[in-house]
């Protein structure tokens, strides 16, 4: 199992920026992907950014150029910064791992953050 712990979340005028941390603990191997996914009130879960090991990263298009994410292995924590929000960037930041063990994909989220952007 897998427990993932984020924080950072906050209220925040539109274009200022916030940091996202999320830790995970437990039986986490080496080679996984963690990142970060949204929802919005109303709206389906969305995914926001990945980064893989190795440094590899994706982005959502609403979100390129403005968020990065980032991953400290020796801590296990995955990071996402965030530039530039946008009031349409308000949801609930959820944090995502996903590893293989053996042929079997593990899912892991975490239990959310908010962030609310006003205008």
């Known amino acids: 199992q897998v427990q993932l712990v984020e924080s950072g979340g906050a209220l925040v005028q539109a274009g200022g920026s916030l940091r996202l941390s999320c830790i995970a603990a437990g039986s986490i191997f080496s080679g996984k992907t963690m990142g970060w996914y949204r929802q919005a009130p109303g709206k389906q879960r969305e995914f926001v950014a990945t980064i893989r090991t190795g440094g590899i990263t994706n982005y959502a298009d609403s979100v390129k150029g403005r968020f990065t994410v980032s991953r400290d292995n020796a801590k296990n924590t995955v990071y996402l910064q965030m530039n530039s929000l946008k009031p349409e960037d308000t949801a609930v930041y959820y944090c995502?791992?996903?590893?293989?063990?053996?042929?079997?994909?593990?899912?892991?989220w975490g239990q959310g953050t908010q962030v609310t952007v006003s205008s």
């Open positions: 995502n791992l996903e590893q293989y063990y053996g042929l079997e994909l593990q899912t892991y």
